[in-house]
């Protein structure tokens, strides 16, 4: 089975731009979550979305929105962008069904590494 | 303060050596518990879930101590291939929170 894949696998933008990064989750997983990871650090919670509704938001502007599909892939929108968000951006589906801690496993993909110029 | 916080690192062992990595959280509503692994350039992969009553697998033990709030990471005879960095994460209130992560180097 394919694991989570994620799109683009490198992109370099301006500032002031917008973004859209894309994130297919594994068969079966229902929830997608996105994070920034800056070098160094350990990845930073953004979102996660479980049934196309948005199950929780981490500490970033509303520059950053996502959404989710009906398939149960994903989009994550950065507009306005600054030279801080150069960063890899991971995305992770799981199963998520919310009362068994096996089923909240987080499988990352390979991530996208954005540089903003 | 950060809500997760992890030993600074970098660990630097030799092989065969017992390695102890140890996590604070500063939030006492959270949930669930977990070790991840990350290689260099490479995306983070779980390593262990981490139960009350504890859990080990194979050469890996992971304890959590509510009252303390303090989750740690025991890794028994070292391999090479252990060379990594070891983030621990949290669960609270649907937010999903990555400590900054300790790097472990194994010296041959």
């Known amino acids: 089975d394919a694991g989570v894949t994620q799109s683009p696998t490198h992109l370099i933008k301006t500032r002031g731009q917008h973004v859209t990064l894309r994130c297919s989750p594994i068969?079966?997983?229902?929830?997608v979550s996105w994070y920034q990871q800056v070098l160094g650090q350990g990845p930073q919670f953004i979102f996660q979305?479980?049934?196309?509704?948005?199950?929780g938001r981490g500490n970033f502007p509303d520059r950053f929105s996502a959404r989710q599909f009906p398939n149960y892939s994903s989009e994550l929108n950065v507009n306005a962008l600054l030279l801080g968000d150069s960063a890899l951006y991971l995305c992770?589906?799981?199963?998520?069904?919310?009362?068994?801690?096996?089923?909240?496993?987080?499988?990352f993909g390979p991530g996208t590494r954005l540089l903003v110029l | 303060r950060k809500e997760v916080e992890q030993d600074p690192g970098p660990f630097n062992v030799p092989e065969g050596a017992t390695v102890a990595f140890n996590c604070t959280y500063s939030?006492?509503?959270?949930?669930?518990f977990f070790w991840y692994r990350q290689d260099c350039r490479k995306e983070p992969k779980l390593l262990m879930s981490?139960?009350?009553s504890g859990n080990e697998d194979g050469r890996f033990t992971a304890q959590l101590n509510r009252a303390s709030q303090y989750i740690s990471l025991l890794i028994r005879d070292s391999k090479l291939s252990d060379s990594a960095t070891y983030l621990c994460?949290?669960?609270?209130?649907?937010?999903?929170?990555f400590g900054k992560g300790t790097r472990l180097h194994i010296l041959p």
């Open positions: 992770a589906s799981s199963l998520a069904n919310g009362w068994d801690i096996s089923q909240e496993t987080q499988y």
């Open positions: 068969s079966g997983h229902k929830s």
């Open positions: 979305y479980y049934e196309k509704e948005e199950r």
């Open positions: 939030n006492s509503a959270s949930q669930s």
């Open positions: 981490v139960y009350s």
């Open positions: 994460v949290v669960n609270r209130d649907d937010k999903i929170i």
